[in-house]
């Protein structure tokens, strides 16, 4: 009974903060991104140093959907197997 109830609290914490709470601090990070991008104040503090904000973009992609691969591809199948 205790492991059942730590797997299904493990589910719903990861559901939560990586994919619901993921998802607001990318917005997050994205609007910042880009507002700053549109004032075109990217290269006035550190020049030629905008890549690294352009990087941070790819890197939320990436890891948002290694994100949504766990979840879907292997811990929804484990549910879908114990029930």
Do not use: H, N
Request: charged share 15%; proline share 2%; hydrophobic share 55%.
């Amino acid at each position: 009974i205790v492991v059942t109830i730590c797997q299904a609290g493990f589910v719903f914490c990861f559901f939560y903060y990586r994919i619901i709470a993921w998802m607001k601090v990318s917005y997050g990070l994205w609007s910042d991104i880009l507002t700053v991008r549109k004032k075109g104040a990217i290269e006035d503090f550190r020049p030629r140093a905008g890549w690294f904000l352009y990087w941070f973009l790819f890197s939320d992609i990436s890891l948002g959907a290694l994100q949504l691969y766990w979840f879907f591809f292997g811990i929804v199948p484990k549910i879908l197997e114990i029930l």
